[in-house]
């Protein structure tokens, strides 16, 4: 007798979301009509070079954009049937911090400096659990413990600049899983920190994530920290998603120029000593203007004329292997692949 397939809930879907900053200055598109999903209890990875859009694309309709600039978001962000975009900012609030958890770049700046480590998880947990004042430092201290920090007692009486980066770090952590989210977005949760304390962290998260049972999407630049905890991996450049599917497919079988680039800059042990750094080579596109076709022509070794005659479409790889997806016009019809084992 077969066994009955479950069906895996979408628990964020985002359809043709666009964000456009306004300065006195420029205009800037930063994100571009990106389409994706996050399934209930999966990790998401995105990855890309710095200023691909990675961080606007999730942080600007939770409404966390730096003050100061005008922002137009537009498009779909469903987060369990509900779209974010038609929020105001009081029902966003209840959303933020409760049922979607954000770890910020950094520690340091995501905490209060004059206040004491305690009540800043305490007010979260008020907020958005509803807690007496007493039953919410109960269970701050159980988030300090379950973040895996030594006498949570009396880290609770400290203060941010009396903790390591990597305490800083999980504290931030526990603050961001106070509120019992269904969602995670952890940006770039691992910047600043040595290598020893980075993996700590990813440790850390992969352990909660099974745990606790939520989503998360993990924002990084660091292609090599997805391969463990990513079920699913997507690839950003220039504001758009350029190849996403399963993590093990677009590691392994990647279809994208720039997602072999990526993972052709990834130093392993093998790597011989002294061997020079191999990034990409030139520079992102100016985001300020308008692209017509693929944005990655300019530094990409394999383009045809037919790349610069419009923009390239996410599209299915093949027809065995559904979600796997990639935009680019020379892979798609050439049906081309990248064996990245020895990256892995």
Request: proline share 6%.
């Amino acid at each position: 007798m077969k066994s009955k397939s479950v069906k895996t809930k979408t628990l964020l879907s985002i359809e043709d979301l666009s964000v456009t900053l306004y300065t006195d200055k420029v205009t800037v598109c930063p994100v571009n009509t990106v389409n994706y999903s996050v399934e209930s209890g999966k990790v998401l990875a995105i990855v890309g070079e710095s200023g691909s859009g990675k961080t606007v694309m999730n942080m600007a309709p939770l409404g966390l954009l730096p003050q100061g600039v005008t922002v137009d978001v537009e498009g779909s962000v469903q987060f369990e049937g509900k779209n974010l975009l038609s929020m105001n900012e009081k029902e966003k609030q209840r959303i933020r911090g409760g049922e979607i958890g954000v770890i910020f770049q950094d520690p340091l700046s995501s905490l209060n400096p004059v206040r004491r480590i305690g009540p800043q998880i305490t007010e979260v947990i008020e907020l958005h659990l509803g807690l007496s004042t007493s039953a919410a430092q109960k269970q701050a201290v159980d988030m300090l413990n379950l973040v895996g920090i030594p006498n949570p007692e009396s880290r609770m009486k400290q203060y941010p600049h009396e903790l390591s980066g990597g305490m800083r770090q999980r504290v931030c952590i526990a603050m961001s899983i106070a509120g019992e989210p269904k969602l995670l977005i952890a940006d770039e949760p691992t910047t600043a920190l040595d290598v020893t304390v980075q993996a700590q962290i990813v440790s850390l998260l992969k352990d909660l994530q099974k745990r606790l049972n939520m989503s998360i999407v993990l924002i990084t630049h660091d292609i090599g920290i997805v391969s463990g905890m990513a079920d699913y991996l997507a690839v950003m450049y220039a504001g758009r998603l350029i190849e996403i599917g399963p993590v093990e497919k677009v590691l392994l079988e990647s279809m994208h120029p720039y997602t072999w680039g990526l993972l052709d800059s990834v130093s392993t042990l093998s790597t011989p000593i002294g061997m020079p750094f191999q990034g990409i080579k030139g520079n992102p596109p100016n985001l300020t203007l308008n692209i017509k076709g693929c944005p990655f022509v300019p530094r990409c070794d394999y383009s045809i004329d037919d790349c610069n005659e419009g923009r390239p479409l996410l599209t299915n790889c093949d027809d065995r292997e559904i979600g796997h997806s990639t935009a680019c016009t020379v892979a798609n019809k050439k049906n081309l692949r990248y064996s990245a084992v020895s990256k892995i």
